[in-house]
């Protein structure tokens, strides 16, 4: 996605983006870094509002900034728009949606209570962090990590599945188990008891209470337990080679001799290794 | 298992079968896609019937659905039975024992009521899914975890026989410890939360009290989070070398061809690849 | 540790050896199995006597089969002890105190009340299981884990002293943060909590309530779900090169240039890499 | 830091420093022993303190230990100061700071009641542990881990960001969902539970209540269950190859010597290692 304003561009257009956009300018960076703070503020101003002895008492004042924040991102969007060589690129980029959203919510609550909570949405701005930083070591180890988990999606995936389809089966056995008592009163929420369970987080107010639930429950502990191990081990081979294991390209030609029908040739075997008849 | 029908059978049934089986046609895919739409609506119905609020107002379609999906799954059943090769074979599979278990609780219902929650079996059904992406990545990737998993099989038997014994003896020394009270009502209760404790879940309906119990309740826990360790390693282990220190027979075999030096024989090929000479 | 009878020992003693203590013989296979059901069914036997509602019912029933169990290990004990070379030396040995101890609980239970639950140290006994299938992979996969985990004992020693360390200041912070109150009433209470934490069990018997304490808590969590890469880190490097990284002898030489002062030198160099002084 | 006095130093002060900082020599090791004994005590005697039950039998004998062991401590520090070639350097290095901060609490709490439980800071001097088996091999194991955790630091500090981001976001979600119920009652206190769940501790003091929280809370879960991976990946991979992927500079000189033909250099090496010639 290119933003960068042409050549041609006024002066104004192409200083604004160095300092808007980039952080390679002395001023781009104190941008940055003022954008970072405001974020921040905003973000700890919206989690105060919502503390209900704070709020009562500095409701007016805190109000008061988060419409200040408002107005600022409002503005900084809006140059963001002037600035850059295609306005729609950018409002349609990942990027230039989170922009919008931290806008969105204080108007919205102009209509609808509640909605200004939202602003905490503001937070994924904080991940611009990484970009000042850019010049340094993170963009790097944070492709390094993103690469990895790209390389292993459909690993993630296919474990996922498996793990959902088993919350939903042990899940289903415990509400017939636990006879809809105990806390097990629904198959969604005995599923939700199950994912509670396999990812080892326990809350425990839900937990079963008859012999065989607690046998049942005693098995999906260890089961959850021991494959943990599998998308721990996928991520981890997958930084160890990077490249390596993770799409083997097949180890056999998937062909089948006509005469013998032998199977598991080499990849580039022109003759079959039983018989010898040409493939 | 092969159950495709020969070459001789009817066209009725070979057709049946690439639409029914497979899904490297349009029609098969179209199948799979509408099968697995079922099978999904299916489990949500369930589901909902087991939810009080929701059953008692919209009881009767609930069960309504749920036999128009039986009856689904009973046609889909029977239609599977007559297009493959050797039907007892397929019966005896795995995936048809499956698909049979998805209609018997509806049946059995009829006669003993709180089986038909034993639907939820039906999720295992969704295991079919990655068999329609079978022309994709999650064939291989499923078998990339599960050859890992199962390189590993004894050594992750090993380790959860250590662990439970661990648990038993633990588990054993609480119920002593702790004198029978505070949860510690009996052995197998004990046991029970040693498995809670040393998996990490920690539900907290049983928790030690005693300053005794408390400190062996940590030297389990410190252990506990020190072993997950053991079964990560193993398949991290696993999956960085599939082939490494586990089996580690030669995939090919050493000798080279005396007529055109080709080497990377399989083990057992008594022909080469490339020439077709006898090796 | 040979305790094999020597070949000049009478023929029942070589017998007896080969029947207890080997398991490559028919009978020997047999004496094995039966003593691994004895095991389990003298395990089941106590925990089952600890449950109020059955032992009120079956209380006689039960404390007879322990006692048959008890006389059964303890013969078994005085054979092992008659067969071997050595008897002092398996009686110090580790399982043979295992075995020993197998028996003491049911006879130190005439004396003192409760102590007959230890029978449960049994379980241990379970252990022997590997042993029956020595000929298969158990053994070695076992060598393989308790192998990997010996290379990695003075890792997991400095790991884990660091976590003590950690936990022991963390609850002694939460003990004055919290002010003694909600659960946190002394610093080993803290120091227990902090444990449960860091480990990621969380019962939630004790919980922080104050902003301060949950505030602490988290960073403990965040702490406690990152370092437990280490032991896995450990132990993964362990197992994948199980010789490699482990004892790395040192890359440098120690020595220092009695000329110039340099160090970093090759273990084998014999002239300083800076002035070519000879070491 | 060289805090080893100059050869021209008066005797008593090599001597000790020998003895004090060092624990290669007889009195320098039974020092060192003699010290650990003391932390030891020194925080059990912290802890017993804060014990009620404890504190109210033996609370004088509890306090004079403790100021027992604080004139010990500051004994040893002003040695230390007295001993050592630059007293500033070491009095501002960590152990020295931690050294010092062992003495304050005691003489503090003369002032401010309850400072003495920060007495158990004294635990940080347990590190001190490690040094004194400097000759064996735990020294090397411990720089092992830290060099693996300091090679990782950047991926970590990314990893942590993006973890904390998605624990605000959710949390404040969460806060809007569950509309200020069931302990859901400030968005810091929402945030407080997503760390609770994301790193799986779990305590269950807070737990959502609501369908749509549930479900929300579920894939919390599974995301925190899954992404467990990534430190875990992290730190392997640094593990296993120490200087691979991280940081890709040749260990030794790429050159050879043009005399004896010599490799391995080091990067900065001027002189061949074997033979002394200038490379």
């Known amino acids: 996605m290119d933003l960068q304003p042409r050549d041609t561009a006024p002066g104004w257009k192409r200083t604004g983006y160095r300092i808007i956009f980039e952080s390679d300018t ?49 503005l900084e969007y809006l140059a963001r728009l002037l600035v850059v060589r295609r306005p729609v690129a950018y409002a349609l980029s990942w990027l230039g949606i989170i922009d919008f959203l931290a806008t969105i919510p204080a108007l919205a609550a102009l209509v609808l209570t509640g909605s200004q909570y939202l602003l905490a949405i503001r937070t994924l701005r904080l ?46 056995l415990m509400y017939v188990v636990e006879g809809g008592q105990n806390g097990f009163t629904s198959i969604p929420k005995s599923v939700y008891w199950a994912v509670v369970t396999v990812t080892t987080v326990g809350y425990g107010d839900i937990s079963p209470v008859t012999i065989l639930g607690q046998t049942l429950a005693s098995l999906l502990m260890i089961l959850g337990y021991a494959i943990i191990a599998v998308p721990t081990g996928i991520v981890s081979a997958q930084m160890v080679a990077p490249r390596g294991p993770a799409q083997p390209e097949p180890a056999f030609k998937l062909a089948v001799c006509h005469v013998c029908q032998a199977a598991g040739h080499r990849p580039d075997a022109e003759f079959c290794w039983r018989c010898g008849e040409r493939l």
């Open 26 to 74: 002395r001023a781009g960076m104190a941008f940055d870094v003022l954008l970072l703070a405001i974020i921040v503020l905003s973000v700890g101003t919206v989690m105060l509002d919502s503390v209900r002895s704070i709020s009562s008492q500095y409701g007016a004042l805190l109000r008061g900034l988060e419409w200040a924040f408002t107005i600022a991102f409002l």
């Open 127 to 172: 991940l611009r962090m990484f970009r000042i930083f850019k010049l340094g070591q993170f963009v790097g180890e944070g492709e390094f990590i993103t690469n990895a988990l790209k390389a292993s999606r459909y690993k993630i995936m296919v474990f996922l599945t498996s793990v959902l389809t088993m919350t939903i089966v042990v899940g289903t």
